[in-house]
């Protein structure tokens, strides 16, 4: 399944919500139409939450079905949201603390920022129970915003080296594609929320960028 939907007149959604294969937290404020649809789409339960009093969850968490990593910024309430769906929770302490967009994670495998502290990414991966690895995509560190992972494949940056694509590939054990979103932009992550079940995308995002997402992320199998 798929939705196209703006929120609030921004069609870079990937900026506002974050999920997995059960649950998405997502900014608060939209319709109510909106979030059941979001619902249907990705087949999850909905949590909205404010991370320091902004709406930019995306950017602020990652997660896989075994934990989340988080910003210092997010308060005990949003922490007791986390823990409360069973989820292992990380807190990130260090100036690279907007984990959305520095981390790229599935249930597999994943890629952070190069410059991650070693110690740090030692815990994360304590809780996340994958390995993880740094790297860039296309040359950029921020990988949680070059590409979007799911436990059934990968889209990323068009301009993603043969290397990379090999090591993302080798990492996350799902086959990699390139693509855009939202007219044009190669900065996937932040106009795509997708999971095993579906994927959201702006209203901006073309027919042949749509059909390159479901083919990528095998919703044609």
């Known amino acids: 399944m798929?939705?196209?939907?703006?929120?609030?007149?921004?069609?870079?959604?990937?900026?506002?919500?974050?999920?997995?294969?059960?649950?998405?937290?997502?900014?608060?404020?939209?319709?109510?139409?909106?979030?059941?649809?979001?619902?249907?789409?990705?087949?999850?339960?909905?949590?909205?939450?404010?991370?320091?009093?902004?709406?930019?969850?995306?950017?602020?968490?990652?997660?896989?079905?075994?934990?989340?990593?988080?910003?210092?910024?997010?308060?005990?309430?949003?922490?007791?949201?986390?823990?409360?769906?069973?989820?292992?929770?990380?807190?990130?302490?260090?100036?690279?603390?907007?984990?959305?967009?520095?981390?790229?994670?599935?249930?597999?495998?994943?890629?952070?920022?190069?410059?991650?502290?070693?110690?740090?990414?030692?815990?994360?991966?304590?809780?996340?129970?994958?390995p993880l690895e740094k790297g860039t995509i296309a040359g950029l560190k921020t990988v949680g915003m070059a590409a979007v992972a799911t436990n059934k494949g990968l889209l990323c940056h068009p301009e993603v080296t043969d290397d990379e694509k090999q090591m993302l590939t080798d990492l996350f054990k799902v086959s990699v594609m390139i693509g855009t979103i939202n007219h044009g932009v190669p900065l996937i992550g932040s106009g795509l929320i997708a999971n095993s079940h579906g994927f959201v995308v702006g209203t901006v995002t073309t027919g042949i960028e749509m059909g390159r997402i479901e083919e990528a992320l095998g919703y044609l199998d």
């Not at 900014?27 to 939450?49: C, R, S, W």
């Open 2 to 130: 798929f939705l196209q939907v703006d929120f609030h007149e921004n069609p870079n959604v990937g900026v506002y919500c974050r999920a997995n294969d059960d649950v998405a937290f997502l900014q608060k404020g939209l319709l109510k139409k909106t979030k059941q649809k979001l619902a249907e789409t990705l087949n999850v339960d909905l949590i909205e939450m404010s991370i320091a009093y902004t709406t930019i969850i995306g950017s602020l968490i990652v997660m896989n079905k075994n934990g989340i990593i988080t910003t210092d910024l997010t308060d005990q309430h949003n922490i007791k949201l986390i823990t409360d769906r069973g989820f292992d929770v990380f807190i990130v302490s260090d100036v690279l603390n907007a984990v959305g967009n520095d981390m790229l994670i599935n249930d597999h495998g994943g890629l952070v920022h190069p410059d991650m502290n070693d110690d740090m990414i030692h815990e994360m991966e304590d809780v996340l129970k994958v």
